[in-house]
Nanobody
């Protein structure tokens, strides 16, 4: 089983930067994709950025050009570098990893979440 713990959140002024890290423990060898999600009060949890098994990345439109996702080869660290932060980036940020589990005749994809880290951007 994989466990995730985020760090690096905090309070920053608009235009500032933060670096979020996600530490993965357990058996990370079977992790497929990893990503960062965020959830603002009263809102749904949405994808911010993700990195696939092959290293390809995708970003939510509002963070393109400002956020960069990266992952170590052993999949034990996932980083989200955030620059030019805006008040609308304020949310709890969650790390996510998904992995296939063999069920005898098919793979079932499961995912796991970290507890989240608060990011607050003041105007």
């Amino acid at each position: 089983q994989v466990q995730l713990v985020e760090s690096g959140g905090g309070l920053v002024q608009a235009g500032g930067s933060l670096r979020l890290s996600c530490a993965a423990s357990g058996d990370t060898s079977n992790i497929d994709a990893m990503g960062w999600y965020r959830q603002a009060p009263g809102e749904e949890r949405d994808l911010v950025a993700a990195v696939a098994r092959d290293g390809s990345t995708e970003y939510e439109d509002s963070v393109k050009g400002r956020f960069t996702i990266s992952r170590t080869n052993d999949k034990r660290t996932l980083v989200l570098q955030m620059t030019n932060l805006k008040p609308e980036d304020t949310a709890v940020y969650y790390c996510n990893a998904d992995f296939p589990v063999w069920r005898g005749t098919y793979y079932e994809y499961l995912d796991t979440w970290g507890p989240g880290t608060q990011v607050t951007v003041s105007s």
